[in-house]
């Protein structure tokens, strides 16, 4: 083959994985987060916008993550399923979730809550599992998989290869989030806080409250 159409290819491939990279979930998250100027909650007028580092408490609705059965207020959950092509093959997801109840973080002094509306978020997925064909999925994962539709195995009853993957934020947990302040009575909100007023988080000019718990991301 033609040296100039192998490093045209070459070329073509790696600005694929460029653009995968810079555009995945994760990458956009941490450069809102990173561009964010940080500040303590009490700092926070009306208005103002900024980064966020604090801990999960548990000050109103809660939620329990499917797969790990935990208590939380926010889980993402993301089933991806490995189908062959030829010599070779890629995983698919599947199923995707993503669900959010009251999420209030505080940074030791102030409370605030979060908007749940346009939240662009990466939570590190500390929970995973696989099946596949040696390996059985457990009747907890089956009654999982059930739940949205699936299965963990196709035609003549073989296992597919399939592989589970859950990130929460779960009570006491640190993670950042970023996004513009406007103060509001806790009771506003229903939620069991002693404090006379609590910030809420709400999407920016970029249109989205970013929030990770990633470590790399709240220090």
């Not at 009251?102 to 102030?110: A, F």
């Not at 103060?183 to 809420?200: E, F, H």
């Amino acid at each position: 083959m033609d040296p100039f159409f192998i490093f045209i290819f070459l070329a073509f491939f790696a600005g694929l994985i460029f653009v995968g990279i810079y555009f995945s979930r994760k990458s956009v998250v941490r450069r809102a987060l990173k561009k964010a100027g940080e500040k303590r909650i009490g700092e926070f007028m009306d208005g103002d916008t900024g980064k966020i580092v604090g801990r999960v408490v548990f000050a109103g609705r809660t939620l329990t993550a499917p797969l790990s059965m935990r208590s939380c207020v926010y889980y993402h959950i993301v089933v991806e399923e490995y189908r062959s092509s030829g010599k070779s093959g890629s995983w698919h997801t599947i199923i995707e979730d993503e669900q959010k109840g009251d999420i209030v973080i505080s940074d030791g002094s102030h409370y605030a809550v979060i908007d749940p509306q346009q939240i662009k978020s990466f939570l590190v997925p500390d929970v995973n599992y696989s099946s596949g064909t040696f390996n059985d999925a457990t009747p907890h994962l089956e009654q999982f998989l059930s739940h949205y539709g699936r299965k963990s195995t196709g035609l003549f009853g073989l296992n597919k290869s399939l592989r589970y993957r859950e990130g929460i934020l779960e009570k006491d947990e640190t993670f950042a989030v970023s996004g513009q302040g406007q103060w509001i009575a806790p009771q506003s909100r229903g939620l069991n806080i002693s404090a006379r007023r609590v910030l809420m988080i709400t999407p920016g000019q970029e249109g989205h409250v970013y929030l990770s718990d990633d470590p790399a991301m709240t220090r």
